[in-house]
């Protein structure tokens, strides 16, 4: 078999799992027509293909890190991620109000466009990195200043993917489909993961030297690709996705959320934010996930970072980290969509109570195997991811819709993405300054903060989760 055939076919396996998985989904009878049900996938699948190349094009840099090699260091990629996610929560102060009055569809234009266009010019920069040819990084600002102001304009256009995918999807998805619908969302989370890592990995060691003297990559291309992707992917949008029901033709109809029976004008901007930091689910679903962004980014970053450090590459959970965590959260994403909708009647507060029961376990597993068996650590992070995902599209892709109502999905999704975020760049800022750096990043015993930090977080998770147990949307109707 040809070398790049191998290389490929894992993906086409994958893709082909995925299809089966969707295909075998539960169905929940809400009456729509198959014209209707036909027209609705058409219109998630460029839209959510569109956020996983979203993902593609922010955890990229990851992948850019570890190829680029002492050019960026652990203190210098901690800076740009932390300056990125920062910048991503606090977008949403701006974008979710946009998105609700903008409508998702001209929103996800925003982020494809915008964030293609910042990976091209981290692109650049990164060929000037490597070659000198412009001499702006060889006589300019330092590889952490330059890269965090580039870094921070991709993560603002991405900041519109969550929200545009849950805005619109929020029309077209009654809440007794939409535990199945925040699966989808995890395997689009997945997808996206596993395009930024191993289709990552699969760009750098494939790209040219950048002289024929010399074994440095081009890397630059792990930047260039997702840029071609998501220009693609932001015209797949434009001729596919449409807002609502109404507008691809269909009858629009009553999703029984929090927008339910609510007829009346649309709400100003802080007339909506002050209902939704008003109430208290709202508000518990936003710390729980900012504790869901501190553990994500922990695990998913870190972990690769740690394999790399500590000469951990090989083992099989790290070689293949993009597939096994895809495969991770398509398995968390159908666990909590399917139970959520079919054990705890469209609840989504004790599905994410049992995952964080997990993550909980999954710490202190980690803890003990950077102990005793390091071999084990790459099965635990993504045993772990496999939790983290489902929970956060059981709350941000699912919650959001249920407790902010279509009509004001953009600020609640706002609100609690943006607290995501926020906890992505705590943990940024507070690893950056507890690991280990240099060569003493190379011994696994200095890694053991990397777990010490994570066993509060996931406890707190796991109190503020069970609070939820029994909340559910009450519409303005009733219902």
């Not at 596919?240 to 629009?252: E, F, M, N, Q, S």
């Not at 049992?354 to 045993?383: K, S």
Request: charged share 10%.
């Amino acid at each position: 078999m040809p070398a790049w055939l191998s290389q490929l076919l894992p993906i086409v396996i994958l893709l082909g799992v995925i299809t089966f998985i969707v295909s075998r989904l539960p169905k929940v009878d809400i009456g729509h027509s198959d014209a209707f049900m036909a027209r609705r996938r058409m219109n998630w699948l460029p839209l959510g293909l569109s956020y996983a190349f979203l993902y593609m094009g922010r955890y990229n840099l990851t992948v850019s890190k570890n190829a680029l090699g002492d050019l960026m260091t652990i203190a210098d990629f901690s800076q740009i991620f932390l300056v990125g996610t920062v910048t991503y929560g606090f977008s949403f102060l701006i974008n979710g109000p946009l998105t609700d009055r903008l409508g998702g569809r001209t929103t996800m234009l925003f982020a494809t466009a915008g964030s293609a266009v910042a990976n091209l010019l981290m692109g650049v920069a990164t060929w000037d990195l490597l070659t000198g040819s412009l001499g702006i990084l060889q006589k300019g600002p330092s590889v952490a200043i330059f890269f965090s102001l580039l870094y921070a304009l991709n993560m603002y256009f991405q900041s519109f993917g969550a929200v545009s995918i849950v805005k619109v999807n929020a029309a077209w998805f009654h809440v007794r489909e939409r535990g199945v619908f925040g699966g989808i969302f995890g395997i689009l989370i997945s997808l996206g993961v596993y395009f930024a890592y191993d289709w990552g990995r699969l760009i750098v060691n494939n790209a040219p030297t950048i002289a024929p003297d010399s074994e440095q990559k081009a890397v630059w291309w792990v930047f260039f690709i997702p840029a071609a992707l998501l220009l693609t992917f932001c015209l797949a949008t434009f001729l596919w996705v449409r807002d609502t029901p109404g507008d691809a033709g269909h009858r629009d109809f009553d999703t029984g959320d929090a927008s339910s029976g609510d007829d009346g004008p649309r709400l100003g901007v802080f007339e909506v934010a002050k209902k939704m930091l008003s109430n208290p689910i709202i508000l518990t679903i936003a710390a729980i996930e900012f504790c869901s962004g501190f553990l994500r980014q922990a695990i998913m970053q870190y972990g690769y970072i740690f394999a790399k450090q500590t000469g951990h590459m090989a083992d099989f959970a790290f070689a293949n980290w993009g597939m096994m965590l895809c495969v991770a959260g398509i398995l968390g994403g159908m666990f909590a969509g399917v139970i959520s909708d079919r054990l705890f009647q469209s609840r989504r507060g004790p599905v994410s109570a049992i995952l964080y029961g997990g993550m909980v376990v999954g710490a202190l597993a980690l803890l003990g195997a950077l102990n005793m068996t390091v071999a084990l650590v790459g099965w635990i992070v993504v045993g772990m991811s496999l939790c983290i995902i489902g929970v956060h599209g059981m709350l941000s892709g699912t919650a959001s819709m249920d407790f902010g109502g279509k009509k004001n999905v953009g600020v609640a999704v706002g609100i609690i993405d943006g607290l995501v975020y926020l906890g992505s760049g705590a943990q940024a800022g507070v690893y950056g300054a507890l690991l280990p750096k240099g060569d003493a990043a190379k011994i696994v015993d200095n890694w053991m903060v990397w777990p010490i930090v994570m066993l509060p977080v996931a406890v707190i998770g796991l109190f503020l989760a069970s609070r939820l147990w029994n909340a559910r949307p009450k519409g303005a109707g009733g219902h």
